[in-house]
């Protein structure tokens, strides 16, 4: 998960995309660590180095500012068809173990409880869940359409499971263990067997 640039628009004044960029920024990292009920324009002036004027001039409210935020997750994973669909699976627990450790990671927990009551958040939670869980649904198939593992892997509880388990794993070890997240890679494979231990074909 990363964070897109913001191109201006409209006539006048060119648009300061740095200032933007660093507004939405300082936005996501004032949510993940105060959530909703810490979130204020001043914090996130603050926060950017800015003044509150210069953040009202972009976004009218706090909930307009929050809400451009959460549309710069970037949360896409990068996973070419190369080499064993295990290997691919791996690749997209470690771009998720990435992603749950960052401070983006920790504004998509917030998102997840927020939306429950907020009809806005849910509806940007499902674009990028959506789009996050596209190309780990299409490894799963992969892999049962070349006999790595049984059909009931690329199914929704799996990949829930698979989902649940980098959130948890990439929270937690960040917090009591951020050496393991530098070798992240190793804890993706650790997950994945775990996951696929019982679900691969007999040999």
């Known amino acids: 998960m990363s964070v897109r640039r913001i191109a201006g628009t409209g006539p006048g004044r060119p648009r300061d995309v740095g200032m933007d960029a660093r507004v939405l920024s300082a936005a ?57 669909a295990r290997d691919q699976l791996v690749s997209v627990a470690q771009q998720l173990l990435e992603g749950f450790s960052s401070v983006q990671g920790l504004a998509t927990v917030r998102i997840v409880l927020d939306s429950r009551d907020d009809e806005d958040l849910r509806i940007e939670w499902e674009k990028i869940n959506t789009v996050r869980l596209r190309s780990a649904t299409e490894v799963l198939a992969r892999g049962v359409a070349r006999g790595e593992w049984r059909a009931d892997v690329a199914s929704t509880e799996f990949l829930r499971s698979l989902t649940g388990a980098t959130m948890i794993e990439g929270l ?26 019982g679900r691969r074909p007999p040999s």
């Open 172 to 197: 937690y070890t960040q917090m009591a263990f951020p050496e393991r997240i530098r070798n992240a890679r190793s804890e993706a494979e650790r997950l994945v067997d775990f996951l696929l231990e």
């Open 28 to 84: 996501l990292q004032v949510y993940a660590t105060h959530g909703r009920a810490g979130f204020t324009v001043d914090l996130v002036a603050k926060t950017a180095g800015c003044s509150r004027p210069a953040v009202y001039s972009r976004w009218p409210t706090k909930e307009a500012l929050l809400l451009a935020a959460v549309r710069t997750f970037d949360a896409s994973l990068d996973v070419p068809d190369v080499g064993s």
